[in-house]
């Protein structure tokens, strides 16, 4: 993965925009071309699926 040398994020990319969200804690990296609405609905699946996605993080860049 080239982004493990980053603190765990993921990448949103759909809907005519752009956002990087960091996984811990849960916050907006940066963001292009969302609605304020449609920020707080990607910071709220994130946070839904946070530790999931914090355990694939630790699998896939520290070999865990």
Request: proline content about 3%; overall charge negative; glycine content about 10%.
């Amino acid at each position: 993965m080239g982004d493990c040398d980053e603190r765990p994020h993921v990448h949103v990319v759909g809907n005519g925009g752009f956002a990087k969200v960091w996984l811990r804690p849960v916050a907006v990296e940066r963001m292009r071309r969302y609605s304020d609405r449609q920020v707080g609905r990607v910071l709220e699946i994130v946070g839904e699926r946070e530790s999931e996605w914090l355990a694939r993080w630790e699998h896939d860049c520290r070999g865990e």
